[in-house]
Nanobody
Framework: QLAESGGGSVQAGGSLRLSCAAS????????VGWFRQAPGKEREFVAA????????YYADSVKGRFTVSRDNAKNTAYLEMNSLEPQDTAVYFC??????????????????WGQGTLVTVSS
């Protein structure tokens, strides 16, 4: 099971840190991906971190502003979001994938999703 937290409302230029806490499995077996879905839009890939946290991957829209990381000892992944923009407003989801394809934004091998946490950025 996955549980996101840390969403909220901020003004443009602000920061938030999302957490994705995992339970019920061996966390280090999975790559972790972050996705978001804005109102009226399709879900899109945001960022991902591989099994041991040594490599990270980002969508162009967030590169340089967001940082993904993980702490396998705490069974938790993080998404640090800085310089937030109104277009970052969305429900953010974390997901786990043992195959690694999530680092390319692929969802076919995802074995679990969190419930989502809402991020609202006002101008």
């Amino acid at each position: 099971q996955l549980a996101e937290s840390g969403g909220g409302s901020v003004q443009a230029g602000g920061s938030l840190r999302l957490s994705c806490a995992a339970s019920g499995g061996t966390f280090s077996r999975y790559c972790v991906g972050w996705f978001r879905q804005a109102p009226g839009k399709e879900r899109e890939f945001v960022a991902a971190v591989e099994w041991m946290g040594r490599a990270t991957y980002y969508a162009d829209s967030v590169k340089g502003r967001f940082t993904v990381s993980r702490d396998n000892a705490k069974n938790t992944a993080y998404l640090e979001m800085n310089s937030l923009e109104p277009q970052d407003t969305a429900v953010y989801f974390c997901a786990v994938d043992p195959s690694g394809s999530v680092v390319a934004g692929q969802t076919g091998n995802i074995e679990g999703w969190g419930q989502g946490t809402l991020v609202t950025v006002s101008s």
